[in-house]
């Protein structure tokens, strides 16, 4: 699952690829449940980010709080499942991260971990958005969601209760992800995320905030015992 993640030095990363800057402060950790306005980059603005809240609430949804258990959206069901499967065929978009975070249990602890790439280059997790209308003000407002896949090696190891992780996209696929596609194409790009021989993770302390502190790399004495990666 994916919960958590960070957004650091977006502007030096896309001032090659986006003619206008994002303008969005470093944030070293994003708690999901605070459903915040993110950027993201949907297949209707290639060229532009959007600023969209996490937690996807479908047009036709009469309570936000669903949008509690729609933080993610499961790979395996995305095409079955009511709340994903208008947005999975027309309405894809890339979502920039520089790392995110997940528990590993481990002698019946929870260890955090920051998982990030190893050229410690920007990524994109394959997303899906849709559009709903505040109920108190008649606005539309833009969601998303991140697309979540069985564990790869890496992550198995980490995650190792659920054995799930966030679908980081291969880079030669991100802007094909936000191309008109059949279901046959968009399942074959589910298909071939980021190979963990590309990722890299170490143990941070507990009690992740928003600082940069955070993601410095903590050793947990009882835990190198052990190394399991």
């Known amino acids: 699952m994916c919960y958590s993640y960070s957004i650091i030095d977006i502007d030096m990363y896309y001032r090659d690829w986006l003619n206008t800057k994002c303008n969005f402060n470093n944030k070293y950790y994003i708690n999901g449940f605070d459903f915040q306005k993110l950027p993201i980059i949907t297949n209707l603005d290639k060229d532009k980010f959007s600023f969209a809240n996490w937690g996807l609430i479908p047009s036709w949804a ?3 709080n669903i949008r509690k258990s729609n933080l993610n959206a499961r790979m395996e069901s995305i ?26 249990e481990y002698n019946k ?3 955090p971990h920051y998982v990030s790439l190893k050229n410690k280059s920007f990524f994109h997790f394959a997303g899906i958005w849709d559009y709903c209308v505040e109920k108190d003000t008649g606005k539309l407002k833009q969601t998303y969601a991140i697309i979540t896949t069985r564990a790869n090696k890496l992550m198995s190891q980490i995650h ?7 679908l980081i996209l291969n880079q030669s696929d991100e802007l094909k992800w936000l191309s ?23 143990t941070i302390k ?21 190394k399991l990666f």
């Open 160 to 166: 190792n209760t659920k054995k799930r992780m966030p």
């Open 79 to 104: 095409f079955e499942k009511a709340s994903f499967r208008e947005s999975i065929t027309n309405r894809r978009c890339l979502i920039p991260a520089s790392g995110f975070f997940e528990w590993q």
């Open 180 to 202: 008109n596609l059949n279901n046959s194409e968009i399942t074959e790009i589910l298909n071939n995320p980021t190979s963990s021989n590309l990722m890299d993770a170490y």
């Open 109 to 111: 602890q929870k260890y």
């Open 206 to 226: 507990r009690g992740i905030v928003n600082r940069k502190e955070s993601l410095e790399h903590y050793i947990y004495p009882e835990k190198e015992i052990k």
């Open 62 to 64: 009469k309570d936000e």
